[in-house]
């Protein structure tokens, strides 16, 4: 089938849907049982998808789940309530005192804060590495080395691993590859044909898709699954029902609205690239982006998240321009439907590796699904506005 079919049909069970289209939202805490061996089931098959208690999960969470195994591949799946919490119940079911991480530098900044203090007080150590580091990441792997976490296109800076070569070290290594596979979404990157073990989803961003709600995911391959599972339920992760709604309604919609960011964004970015304020064009499908060679052989396409440097401009200059949008509005996070800016990254600061000391102020856009003449517009004026404070 292809990927339109399979979103239209995911996670589409009757044993969860009953007889309406989608699955209904489910709200339980406890799972009444009408007789002993209905819970013995209940507990002697603690890994399957069966209503034991609310945590667990009730039809909503297992129908979503399955659509996501359906969509992203993987053993089975898991939802938590953000993005940041699956990433970290991933890490911390995996990791123990005297371990160590290998975390790419232009990792997504929280992920970042939680290694450098959750991590570290439990005795967790983790070395930043460069994106670019491919099949050379085998230098770095220690003893002690039990995970290697990677996150292509980079934060903000858009630089694109070889997910594929960091899979063969890790596995001739017997190290676990975790790939934050937020911006391949369930269109853009496959993270199991690529060689990945453990793949997170930042499900708050294209999969609900509507800025209204958190939700983050991990799926992970068979060998891995129970230990995960395990652990996930030991933390007490869980998402809740009303949430999970929202990305069972958002999946049903990603490649439409994914192949329709893909090009309004490249036509932006293409403008950008015409414009005399404009340095670079941080985007995987431009040549001059890092990594774009990999993208192209390893991607299914881009989305509407890119970032563009300017030649020069002070905080002044740069805020007049962030004021004077009136589409693009000034925001964290991306992949709902509407343009959003955003600014005033330190990056020098966070990361490790002196990758940006030469660039001037660096802006990140998500572009939505208004009209792309729109938004042009809406930069010229910006633009305008920048070039008087400069
Ligand atoms: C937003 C984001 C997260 C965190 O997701 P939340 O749902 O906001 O916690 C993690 N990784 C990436 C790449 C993100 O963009």
């Not at 849907?17 to 049982?33: D, L, M, W």
């Not at 970290?88 to 900044?109: E, I």
């Not at 804060?113 to 005795?123: E, P, Q, S």
Request: aromatic share 10%.
């Amino acid at each position: 089938m292809k990927k339109d079919t399979q979103i239209v049909h995911s996670g589409r069970n009757k044993k969860w849907t009953g007889q309406a289209v989608n699955v209904p939202v489910y709200h339980a805490s406890t799972i009444i049982f009408d007789t002993v061996a209905e819970l013995q089931n209940g507990i002697k098959n603690f890994q399957k998808k069966i209503p034991f208690y609310g945590r667990r999960g009730t039809p909503t969470h297992f129908a979503f789940r399955d659509a996501m195994v359906e969509l992203e591949g993987g053993h089975d799946c898991l939802v938590y309530p953000s993005g940041l919490a699956a990433i970290n119940t991933a890490l911390l079911s995996f990791l123990g005192s005297g371990d160590h991480l290998l975390m790419v530098d232009t990792v997504y900044g929280p992920t970042r804060a939680l290694c450098n203090t959750v991590l570290k007080r439990m005795g967790i150590e983790t070395s930043y590495y460069d994106p670019m580091v491919g099949k050379d990441i085998k230098s770095l792997i220690k003893k002690n080395t039990k995970v290697i976490f990677t996150e292509s296109p980079g934060s903000v800076t858009m630089e694109v691993q070889d997910i594929p070569a960091i899979s063969k070290v890790a596995r001739e290594q017997g190290v676990i590859h975790m790939l934050d596979n937020t911006y391949g979404n369930l269109i853009n990157f496959n993270p199991y044909d690529h060689g990945v073990d453990i793949s997170i989803q930042a499900a708050t961003k294209y999969i609900v898709g509507h800025s209204d709600a958190m939700l983050g995911t991990v799926s992970s391959t068979e060998k891995y699954w129970q230990r995960l599972q395990d652990n996930s339920s030991y933390m007490g992760q869980t998402a809740a029902p009303d949430d999970i709604n929202l990305a069972m309604r958002g999946i049903r919609t990603i490649n439409t609205r994914i192949k329709q960011h893909q090009e309004s964004a490249l036509k932006v970015a293409n403008w950008l690239k015409s414009r005399p304020e404009v340095d670079l064009v941080l985007h995987p499908a431009f040549t001059d982006c890092p990594g774009h060679k990999i993208w192209k052989r390893d991607f299914n396409g881009s989305n509407g998240l890119f970032s563009f440097t300017l030649k020069t401009g002070n905080d002044e200059a740069v805020s007049a321009f962030l004021d004077n949008l009136k589409l693009f509005k000034m925001g964290y996070s991306w992949g709902g439907f509407e343009s959003l800016v955003m600014s005033f990254y330190n990056l020098k600061k966070e990361r490790k590796l002196a990758l940006w000391d030469n660039y001037g102020p660096l802006i990140r856009l998500h572009i939505g699904l208004e009209d792309p003449d729109d938004l042009i517009s809406d930069l010229e004026y910006g633009f305008k506005c920048f070039s008087k404070m400069k």
